[in-house]
T-cell receptor, first 113, second 114 residues
Framework: GNSVTQMEGPVTLSEEAFLTINCTYT??????LFWYVQYPGEGLQLLLKATKADDKGSNKGFEATYRKETTSFHLEKGSVQVSDSAVYFCALSPPGANSKLTFGKGITLSVRP | NAGVMQNPRHLVRRRGQEARLRCSPMKGHSHVYWYRQLPEEGLKFMVYLQKENIIDESGMPKERFSAEFPKEGPSILRIQQVVRGDSAAYFC????????????FGQGTRLTVV
């Protein structure tokens, strides 16, 4: 079946540090891949997505590239801010079945001033 | 336009009681999804509903769990005779289309069974 594996957390960084959050997946065919973010006290929000191999999703300084050969979708940001402190979820949606999302466990990012 | 509203935010139930979780979708949204997040796990799909119809309930436990999305009013996730293992965060999402990727999520209801 489909699954998403995220690196273990939590992650604590200083402001302006470089961020990488690893995500790998298992799925048949070519799923769509997503990163969702949950800020404290709020619901999940779509951060970025990629729908085919080698696509790069980007938003708010975050980027992730769909790597079919390594089945990965790692999230990166060059310079994190305190306001990026949140829980980040990697997710996939298999082709033709967009009503279901399979999520990773999520990882908590804390950014220190 | 208010976002997806879930209530209550926190719910405590004793074993054997019933839990009713409510989800009011965004205005104009007729598609609702429920996900559950158990401790130390990711969100898992439970059920997908349109107005008055269950489209996909492949993630729902076979017993004690039910969901509805009536023509009027919020979507309800109902858990009968709760057990400690039902303790989790339950998230609702809504969308205007059948694509879960364009869904907007609520803040979740955290259910604790004591």
């Amino acid at each position: 079946g489909n699954s998403v594996t995220q690196m273990e957390g939590p992650v604590t960084l200083s402001e302006e540090a470089f961020l990488t959050i690893n995500c790998t997946y298992t799925a048949t065919g070519y799923p769509s891949l997503f990163w969702y973010v949950q800020y404290p006290g709020e619901g999940l929000q779509l951060l970025l997505k990629a729908t085919k191999a080698d696509d790069k999703g980007s938003n708010k300084g975050f980027e992730a590239t769909y790597r079919k050969e390594t089945t990965s979708f790692h999230l990166e940001k060059g310079s994190v801010q305190v306001s990026d402190s949140a829980v980040y979820f990697c997710a996939l949606s298999p082709p033709g079945a967009n009503s279901k999302l399979t999520f990773g466990k999520g990882i908590t990012l804390s950014v220190r001033p | 336009n208010a976002g997806v509203m879930q209530n209550p935010r926190h719910l405590v139930r004793r074993r054997g009681q019933e839990a009713r979780l409510r989800c009011s979708p965004m205005k104009g949204h007729s598609h609702v999804y429920w996900y559950r997040q158990l401790p130390e796990e990711g969100l898992k799909f439970m059920v997908y509903l349109q107005k008055e119809n269950i489209i996909d309930e492949s993630g729902m436990p076979k017993e004690r769990f039910s969901a509805e999305f009536p023509k009027e009013g919020p979507s309800i996730l109902r858990i009968q005779q709760v057990v400690r293992g039902d303790s989790a965060a339950y998230f609702c999402a809504s969308s205007t289309t059948g694509s879960g990727t364009e869904a907007f999520f609520g803040q979740g209801t955290r259910l604790t069974v004591v």
